[in-house]
């Protein structure tokens, strides 16, 4: 059984930072593929952020390039997402998942059959 817990969500002004940490258990954290989603009021869940297993590789939404940073601690069973200069079109919940073992970065949800309940993060203008 495999459970992700998210924490680090708040409320934050625009410009501000968040960092968002899941916690994992119940299988082989350290050799599975860990991404973000995000899913706003009235819209669907879309792709944030994922990294493979061992952190050798990375993606991004372009909306989110260079101000969201993913990482991982194998170690803690932990996956993060520093998310700066915020904007209030990014308020919304924000999903962990974990994708396949030794998988490579993915950007579609049907790879990630594991998730968080989500965290709420609100951007205020």
């Known amino acids: 059984q495999v459970q992700l817990v998210e924490s680090g969500g708040g409320l934050v002004q625009a410009g501000g930072s968040l960092r968002l940490s899941c916690a994992a258990s119940g299988r082989t954290f350290s050799s599975s593929l860990a991404g973000w989603f995000r899913q706003a009021p009235g819209k669907p869940r879309e792709f944030v952020a994922a990294?493979?297993?061992?952190?050798?590789?990375?993606a991004y939404a372009d909306s989110v390039k260079g101000r969201f940073t993913i990482s991982r601690d194998n170690a803690k069973n932990t996956v993060y997402l520093q998310m700066n200069s915020l904007k209030p079109e990014e308020t919304a919940v924000y999903y962990c998942?974990?994708?396949?073992?030794?998988?490579?970065?993915?950007?579609?949800?049907?790879?990630?059959?594991?998730w968080g309940q989500g965290t709420q993060v609100t951007v205020s203008s």
């Open positions: 998942a974990l994708g396949g073992r030794w998988g490579p970065v993915s950007r579609v949800e049907a790879d990630y059959p594991y």
């Open positions: 990294i493979t297993w061992g952190g050798s590789s990375t």
